[in-house]
């Protein structure tokens, strides 16, 4: 559509100067032949010379407009200033063709330093046959000032004018290419980001349900197959717990692909799931989980119920996989503008000095910051471990959901710490 457009463009404009050259020349070559009072041979030469002017714009215009080589321009107009003083001698009405030429000379030569010179030997020629023909006198100083300074005036600051429009005019289209490609590098940009964010998301979300209950999954298996030749009833009651797991599992799979809620916030409040999180750890690991609520109130935001679920189940497998822990302590704190959870074990700690790598405490903060909350990390060894998230109701306008730098885990005991592999 943008190269059909050009040339549309191109031919209208080309269309137009020749309808211009046509209005101005053939009423003046009707003038010259109908002028009597010059000899038929002078007519036929003033004929013959418009002829080759036009013969001349035909020839080398399109190139001079188009092109943008000023060097055609100074060609064409050269070869006027030659022809242009000869049509004057025989016929004074070719003053008449400037009307056509400087509308040219404006498009096909851009500098001053150059048009200028050129629209001064024009309107000289015109002068010039203007005395040759009256003689110096008060009225042809009269008539030279009404008919060649006057509109070499005019045409030089209608001229200024136009050139500053189409100069604007350049700019103008250049600044909204310019535009046109940042607003595509953006969207470009915005798009590669929003990847990037789903990515992130769905990584973080994958590690927090998919990749745990796979985990409880295989730990109960193997405990199953231990317990199978010993105690076959044992046995079963752990296959029946794998097989309501594996269930589990399946449900948040089936929420993950249909992008929901998780399946413990179903039709819950946050207060049950943690409950229902409590209950399932204790039953599957045997460690036992305490859960304490202060200050419970409804409106909390999704996002954040989420977030807060997301952060105790990744505490709890944490405390399966590395704290070797007794009892566990889950504390959900409502305020004003606040909301708070805390998993506290009794475990083994760990020194967060030492610690490199581990995705699911990093992915807690990731998901804490991007919701303008905190996360801390506390633990010394042999004295347990603390998982503190504190996420605002409202979140500030500058908190936009996302993914965050990373922390150096050794470097900030306080506010991120995590055992190995956690």
Known sequence: MTGRGTVNRGYRSSVGWHVLVGVVAIPLAVAIAANVTVVLGQRLLALGTLAVIVAWYALVSRQAMEDGDERWGALYFGALAVAFPLLLAIAPLGGALLFALCPQLFVMVARWRIRLPLLLILYAELAWAMFARSGVSRYTLAMV???????????????????????????????????????????????????????????????DTLAQGFTSILMLAQAARTTLHRDPTAADGQLDILEKTARENLAEARSLIAALSPVDLTGRSLADALDRLAARHTRDTGTHVELSIAGERPGAPTATDVALLRTAQEALANVGKHADATRVRIELRHEDHLMALAVTDDGQGFDPDTVRGGYGLLGIHTRASGLGGTCTVRSTPGEGTTVQVELPLAAPASAVPGPQPLPDLASTATTEGAEPGR
Request: proline share 2%; no cysteine; charged share 25%.
């Open 145 to 207: 000032g009404v008919t060649v300074l006057v509109p070499l005036t005019v045409t030089i600051l209608v001229g200024a004018y136009l050139t500053g429009i189409r100069e604007q005019n350049r700019k103008r289209a250049t600044l909204i290419e310019e535009l046109t490609r940042t607003r595509a590098a953006l969207a470009r940009a915005g798009h590669e980001a929003g990847v990037h964010t789903e990515r992130e998301r769905l990584a973080a979300e994958i590690h």
